[in-house]
């Protein structure tokens, strides 16, 4: 898999990461959104680099104009409720794209610390030959890029793979890295070293969804 962590070079990136870490600026639920949606069109505009292009004339009122447009039949897959702003993100500068909603959460047992990936909601199109992009805000343990990657299975075979997320664990990018395949590509915004005992990243965030909806009832 090939790993394309963006803050090892400095940009305004930074910013919008410092801000969605900040316990101060994640009071302001639409300002977390929206940071979320800024880090996808990055992200998205990096994965728009390695796209296949192909010349096309732009008639404009003076002449033509030749430029080398992007060819991908793209399909964005966000694993819901807080995938949403990052898929906001990558409709923005993807906005032909086709989407795929897939429902993803953490199912405790007996405590807190064990759970499995429960998928039960799911709308895709035909994923044959198109390149798939399948987005995460939190890229914690990885079981639920794995698991949404398995559901999507009997949609079609993609001509390639694109995970996108805005903050990683070094375990879960390890956990992905073994079960997709060598052409995947991971874009990132940055990557924390550790999962504390309830497989949530530190220092990280806290949790997305919540920040960005609400605190939800746990069943």
Known sequence: MQIHNLTKK???LNTFISELRDVNVQKDRMRFRRNIERVG????????KVLNYTPSDVKTPLGKSRVNLPQNDIVICSI???GVPLHNGLLNYFDNSENAFISAYRHHKDNLEDFEIIVEYLACPNLDGKTLILADPMLATGQSLVSTYKAL????????????SVIGAKPGVDYVKKHFNENTHLWIATIDNELNDKGYIVPGLGDAGDLAFGNKLQH
């Not at 069109?41 to 728009?48: F, H, I, Q, T």
């Not at 299975?153 to 996108?164: F, M």
């Open 10 to 12: 400095n940009s305004i």
């Open 80 to 82: 819901l409720r807080a």
């Open 41 to 48: 069109e990055v992200l998205g505009y990096e994965l728009s």
């Open 153 to 164: 299975k009997p949609y079609g075979t993609p001509k390639e793979v694109h995970l996108v």
